[in-house]
Structure formats: C-alpha cells, structure tokens
C-alpha cells in the first residue's frame, strides 16, 4: 500500500493548547497535502507545501516537511473546540498521475 | 456554487443487490476521483477519470465500475454487492492545474 501513516492515531487537548499531529509517507512526493474532515462531512484542503519547501504557515497552522525523512507535520496553534475533527495528510506522487494518496488521520479532540 | 454533490447519502443493500451512486461537480474540474473510507483505513481510491471520457484504476478497483457520463458526473456501480463494500464513499474533483481535490459530503453504504 502507498498510504502514509499518521502519529498520534487519537489526541486529546484542552482549549488554548498546541496540537501536533505526524504524518509519514514512502515515496518521492511533489507535494504533501493536510485535510480535515468534521464528523460524518467531506473532507476539507488545509494547506499545501510542496516538495522544495521545508515550512509553511496559513492563521494558525503551521506545516514542516522533511523529505530525506519523508515526514510532516502538523501544528495547530492556540486551539479551539471548533477544531475537533480528523485530520489527513496526503501525498501526490512525483511520478505517474498526480493522484493523492491518504494517511489513516489523527482524531483531534478539544476539550472547551 | 453547491461544490460536489452525491446521491444517496445513505443506502442500505442486501448481498447482490446492484446500486449506482451519482456524483455531480458544478465547478467545471476534469478530474473526478472515487473513494471509499474504512475505519484506520483513510481514504483509498477506487477510480479516476483525469479528463471527460477518459477512466482509470486507483488502489482499490475491483467489485466496481466507473461512467464518467460528461464533464459533470461521474458515477460509481456496485453490480453485485458484497458486505466488504459497507463503507462510506466519497466523491472529489479537481480543476486542471489545480492541486487540491474538493470533496462530496459522502454516501454511506451498508451492505448486508
């Protein structure tokens, strides 16, 4: 399988806390991608951070991608209840069609 | 604009029923994706069509069948269903050049 996995399967916060969540993968990428997806819902693009960048930032998320690892990050500064959700990276290949491949996603609970 | 939508939210079928799921994309993308979510299992693709006209295999193919009817649609068939297709299908598509797939609310699947 080429779906990456993600690091902690479940995470559990209180309001006002950061959040990490890892994600690794087992190919050469063009990008990484992270999703979230609320309870029963599609999923929802985060951000994107392409191979030749090594960090990335939008509000308050905040991306790292270390490919001689081939490894992610995501940081989730500050959060809130509203930021309950699954969340997935996702890798699009470097070679053959610019399909996403999935990690299994992280179970993000913020306690208010 | 409603985004990518997907008929029936819910379906409940007995083993060898046949079933069609319909997705409909309102945002003039060419490429439309099919995938089934499995708990611990992420996003898995079953099928792609890249262009109008054009379909191809993803991860997880067999035990279904794709119509890519026009630039629109793009539909998903169970011809004879088997309860290890009980999952939730989602439906996404992406605008040429564009590298972030939009996501369909999901139909849920049960077969018994």
Request: charge should be positive.
């Amino acid at each position: 399988s080429q779906q990456g996995e993600e690091d902690p399967q479940a995470l559990s916060i209180q309001e006002g806390e950061n959040a990490t969540m890892n994600c690794s993968y087992k190919t050469s990428i063009n990008n990484l991608q992270w999703y979230r997806q609320n309870s029963g819902r599609g999923l929802v693009h985060l951000i994107l951070i392409r191979s030749n960048e090594r960090e990335k930032h939008s509000g308050r998320l905040r991306v790292t991608l270390d490919t001689s690892k081939k490894s992610s990050s995501l940081l989730i500064t500050a959060s809130r209840a509203a930021d309950t959700a699954s969340y997935f990276c996702a890798t699009a290949q470097a070679t053959g069609a610019n399909n996403l491949f999935f990690g299994t996603g992280t179970r993000l609970t913020v306690i208010p | 604009n409603a985004g990518v939508t997907q008929t029936p939210k819910f379906q409940v079928l007995k083993t060898g029923q046949s079933m069609t799921l319909q997705c409909a994309q309102d945002m003039n993308h060419n490429s439309m994706y099919w995938y089934r979510q499995d708990p611990g299992m992420g996003l898995r693709l079953i099928y792609y069509s890249a262009s109008e006209g054009t379909t191809d295999k993803g991860e997880v193919p067999n035990g279904y069948n794709v119509s890519r009817l026009n630039k629109r649609e793009f539909s998903l068939r169970l011809e004879s269903a088997a309860p290890s297709q009980t999952s939730v299908y989602f439906c996404a598509s992406r605008g040429w050049a564009e590298e972030t797939q939009y996501f369909g609310p999901g139909t849920r699947l049960l077969v018994l």
